[in-house]
């Protein structure tokens, strides 16, 4: 299996500040990545597929890059409602695999 | 409104079994493959299962392979998950989730999750 793995666990930002995510795959997987954005109690929500093809309906303050083994998710100007957890996830190969999640706090 | 509702959660002892539907609509639902991907309290998600539209491809996750089965009705746009010989850590909100029309695209519909709980 694929292993996913995100850094930081956990970042504590402001209102306003740029993030940026991490996600390492621990093979190859092309640019078949895709970030989620999961809130308590709540189904995830897919931002962006592919690394960088952002979802209909997504604010364009969320971005994605990468290919191969190493991707990032950048949000620009953090809003309050983007307080969550976020998660990737690799789609080249089965079984599907998450990272373990970025949980993204109020400072 | 494109959606997916889930059902059949529930308590069970370890040993038994559950099997949980995902009813589709507002999509024509045979042409898609389908997840269920499962989290458990406090945790981050695992996709446990995959069946592809015909439902000709199957994947499972080692974690339930050869105790859960994945089938579909695509006449009644529904999603089944069989779970049988169930165990403590199989206790996990369930949910079921759409692929996205491009292959290898990610997950762009889910459910509003299920609740399992395997406890004696």
């Known amino acids: 299996d694929i292993q996913m793995t995100q850094s930081p666990s956990s970042v504590s930002a402001s209102v306003g500040d740029r993030v940026t995510i991490t996600c390492r795959a621990s093979?190859?997987?092309?640019?078949?990545l895709a970030w989620y954005q999961q809130k308590p109690g709540k189904a995830p929500k897919l931002l962006i597929s592919a690394a960088s093809s952002l979802q209909s309906g997504v604010p364009s303050r969320f971005s994605g890059s990468g290919s191969g083994t190493d991707f990032t998710l950048s949000i620009s100007s953090l809003q309050p409602e983007d307080f969550a957890t976020y998660y990737c996830q690799q789609a080249n190969s089965f079984p599907r695999t998450f990272g373990q999640g970025t949980k993204v706090e109020i400072k | 409104e494109v959606q997916l509702v889930e059902s059949g959660g529930g308590l069970v002892q370890p040993g038994g079994s559950l099997r949980l539907s995902c009813a589709a609509s507002g999509f024509t639902f045979s042409p898609y493959s389908m997840n269920w991907v499962r989290q458990a309290p406090g945790k981050g998600l695992e996709c446990i299962s995959y069946?592809?539209?015909?439902?000709?491809?199957?994947y499972y996750a080692n974690s339930v392979k050869g105790r859960f089965t994945i089938s579909r009705d695509n006449a009644k746009n529904s999603l089944y998950l069989q779970m049988n010989s169930l165990r403590d850590e199989d206790t996990a909100v369930y949910y079921c989730?759409?692929?996205?029309?491009?292959?290898?695209?990610?997950?762009?519909?889910w459910g509003q999750g299920t609740t399992v709980t395997v406890s004696s």
């Open positions: 093979q190859g997987i092309s640019s078949w």
């Open positions: 069946l592809s539209g015909n439902s000709k491809t199957i």
């Open positions: 989730a759409r692929n996205t029309a491009a292959p290898s695209g990610g997950m762009d519909v």
